[in-house]
Antibody, heavy 119, light 107 residues
Framework: EVQLVQSGAEVKKPGESLKISCRAS????????IGWVRQMPGKGLEWMGI????????RYGPAFQGQVTISVDKSINTAFLQWSGLKASDTAIYFC????????????WGQGALVSVSS | IQMTQSPSSLSASVGDRVTITCRAS???????LHWYQQKAGKAPKLLIN???SLQAGVPLRFRGSGSGKNFTLTITSLQPEDFATYYC??????????FGQGTKVVI
């Protein structure tokens, strides 16, 4: 069974750094793109970026380029999303999701991780 | 590419036929448009891939169609479990993917 299990909710202050995770199981982790999608409170979905675990080829949406870093650790089948200096506007739910092929829809999703940033 | 969904919300009854449209600001062909269902507090679920390909396990009452700029998600007979928000997603221009703003289906 394909599963994506995300790390838990986080409460942070502006300027702090954060790295959230998405652990994959039930399929060949190296062979599928993994992406991240943001959902701000009460709002719609925003495509952040994707990474191909086999070679760490990473593509960012223009709004997120330079704002976040997407990475993987192949030894533990886990993808990461990190910030070096959080802002209040980063408050959102972040979903990881699997892409069966580049430019397809996301077929499996993590449960989401709530990130709250407030002073 | 901008994706415009309509309506932004709709009220319907069990058994109704429901149609949601998604219009792209430019031609995206017929393979790079996908539909998701999201229930409150849950992750989105892929319903339709590549405009018309029903995902495994998704009921046959969900149908996707369209090409070019205009796409449609139809629920042929609305069921109680279908009350949710629906999003389209274009991937023709990865990494410039965009989602529609969502359509909330309420009772």
């Amino acid at each position: 069974e394909v599963q994506l299990v995300q790390s838990g909710a986080e409460v942070k202050k502006p300027g702090e750094s954060l790295k959230i995770s998405c652990r994959a199981s039930g399929y060949q982790f190296l062979n599928y793109w993994i992406g991240w999608v943001r959902q701000m409170p009460g709002k719609g979905l925003e495509w952040m970026g994707i990474i191909y675990p086999s070679d760490s080829d990473t593509r960012y949406g223009p709004a997120f380029q330079g704002q976040v870093t997407i990475s993987v650790d192949k030894s533990i089948n886990t993808a990461f999303l990190q910030w070096s200096g959080l802002k209040a506007s980063d408050t959102a739910i972040y979903f990881c999701a699997r892409l069966p092929s580049l430019r397809s829809g996301f077929d499996y999703w993590g449960q989401g991780a709530l990130v709250s940033v407030s002073s | 590419i901008q994706m415009t969904q309509s309506p932004s919300s709709l009220s319907a009854s069990v058994g109704d036929r429901v149609t949601i449209t998604c219009r792209a600001s430019q031609d995206i062909g017929s393979r790079y448009l996908h539909w998701y269902q999201q229930k409150a507090g849950k992750a989105p679920k892929l319903l339709i891939n590549a405009a018309s390909s029903l995902q495994a396990g998704v009921p046959l009452r969900f149908r996707g169609s369209g090409s070019g700029k205009n796409f449609t998600l139809t629920i042929t007979s609305l069921q109680p479990e279908d009350f949710a928000t629906y999003y389209c997603h274009q991937s023709e221009t990865t990494p410039l993917d965009t989602f529609g703003q969502g359509t909330k289906v309420v009772i």
